[in-house]
Every structure is written in structure tokens, then in C-alpha cells.
T-cell receptor, first 114, second 115 residues
Framework: GNSVTQMEGPVTLSEEAFLTINCTYTATGYPSLFWYVQYPGEGLQLLLKATKADDKGSNKGFEATYRKETTSFHLEKGSVQVSDSAVYFC?????????????FGQGTTLQVKP | DVKVTQSSRYLVKRTGEKVFLECVQDMDHENMFWYRQDPGLGLRLIYFSYDVKMKEKGDIPEGYSVSREKKERFSLILESASTNQTSMYLCASPPGVGGWNTEAFFGQGTRLTVV
């Protein structure tokens, strides 16, 4: 079945460092790919998405490109801030089949130190 | 600007109790989902619902049931709580058209501890 694998955390960076969180997936068909973020004490928020191969999603300085040839959707940010400290989840859905499921990776905790 | 509300942030229940977790959305969405979140396992789907009185099992439905009597409310029921159900529970509601490809909203989560 479909699955998502993220790099294990926690990831600890200094402020202004470059961030990469790896995400690879296994899926049949043409899934859409997402990054969700969970700040401490809160629910999940959509960070960015890509719905087809070679699409680049971007938001708040974060970017990820849908790479069908490597089945990857790595999250990057050029300069992290303390406020980026959170748990990041990579996810995929099987839209347009739309059986309704969103499948998540294990989550990667990011801690940014001043 | 509240969109998905879970009735409790923290709950402590005893083993064997029947537990109700409530989720309400104010966006008139057909779809509602219950996930549980555990460290190292990410989010796993328990149950979901496409419409009132409809329900579908997710990946880990054992020990749980759900109720959807009204469109805006989706309840998760632990029939007889056990310690291995100690977890964070998240409710989510994506819109029907396009599903998760458009904005999906999550509740703030309920952290349930079963003692």
C-alpha cells in the first residue's frame, strides 16, 4: 500500500542555518504530496503542497519539489528561525481517486536554537 | 475563526471506561476524519466519514467506534479504554470537492491518558 518515509529526528539547527527534511514515498497512481506543520500545543496546519510531478510548493520560506523519478518531496528552507521549531509531517493523498485517506510519515521534530 | 473544535484538550480516564471524544466543524464539510498521533509513528487513521450516518474504517479501527448523527459532529468512542489507547487524537475535516488538495483543517487535538 501507499506509504511515506521521513528522516528521523530530532533535527537541531542554529538560527539562520539551512534546513532539509527528507521525505520519500511509495504510491500507486498519481498522489498529491503535502507538508504539514504542528507547532507546540497545536493541531496540524498545511504548510505547502504539490499536486503533480515537478510542481514546487512554497510557503513561509519553505519549499518542496515533487520528484516522481526519485519518489521524493524533500522540505527545504534557506534560513531557519527559532519560530520554525515544530514537528513536520510529510503526507500523501490518492486524489483524484479520492478514497479519502491522507497518509502521514512519522514526523520530524525540528528545534532551532538562537 | 474557529473551524474544527475538539471538546477537550486533555482527558484522563480509567481502564475499562467508555470514552467519548467529540469533534465539531463549522464549515459544512461532508468529510471528517479521526487520527491518532504517536511518537515515531506519525498519524494513523482510525475512522472517517463521508456523510451523516456513514462511516468507514481506517487503518487501526480496533477498539474504537464512531458516530455521525449530524453533519457538523463526528464522535470517536473508545468502548472500553485500555492503556495502549493513551495517545493524542486529532480530528480533521477536508472539503468534499478536491478532498485534501484544498485546505484541510485540523482540531487542536485531545491528549488522552488511560490509567
Amino acid at each position: 500500500g501507499n506509504s511515506v518515509t521521513q528522516m528521523e529526528g530530532p533535527v537541531t539547527l542554529s538560527e539562520e542555518a539551512f534546513l532539509t527534511i527528507n521525505c520519500t514515498y511509495t504510491a500507486t497512481g498519481y498522489p498529491s504530496l503535502f507538508w504539514y506543520v504542528q507547532y507546540p500545543g497545536e493541531g496540524l496546519q498545511l504548510l505547502l503542497k504539490a499536486t503533480k510531478a515537478d510542481d514546487k510548493g512554497s510557503n513561509k520560506g519553505f519549499e518542496a519539489t515533487y520528484r516522481k523519478e526519485t519518489t521524493s518531496f524533500h522540505l527545504e528552507k534557506g534560513s531557519v528561525q527559532v519560530s520554525d521549531s515544530a514537528v513536520y509531517f510529510c503526507a500523501l493523498s490518492d486524489y483524484p481517486s479520492n478514497t479519502g485517506k491522507l497518509i502521514f510519515g512519522q514526523g520530524t521534530t525540528l528545534q532551532v536554537k538562537p | 475563526d474557529v473551524k474544527v473544535t475538539q471538546s477537550s484538550r486533555y482527558l484522563v480516564k480509567r481502564t475499562g471506561e467508555k470514552v467519548f471524544l467529540e469533534c465539531v466543524q463549522d464549515m459544512d464539510h461532508e468529510n471528517m476524519f479521526w487520527y491518532r498521533q504517536d511518537p515515531g509513528l506519525g498519524l494513523r487513521l482510525i475512522y472517517f466519514s463521508y456523510d451523516v450516518k456513514m462511516k468507514e474504517k481506517g487503518d487501526i479501527p480496533e477498539g474504537y467506534s464512531v458516530s455521525r448523527e449530524k453533519k457538523e459532529r463526528f464522535s470517536l468512542i473508545l468502548e472500553s479504554a485500555s492503556t495502549n489507547q493513551t495517545s493524542m487524537y486529532l480530528c480533521a475535516s477536508p472539503p468534499g470537492v478536491g478532498g485534501w488538495n484544498t485546505e484541510a483543517f485540523f482540531g487542536q487535538g485531545t491528549r488522552l491518558t488511560v490509567v
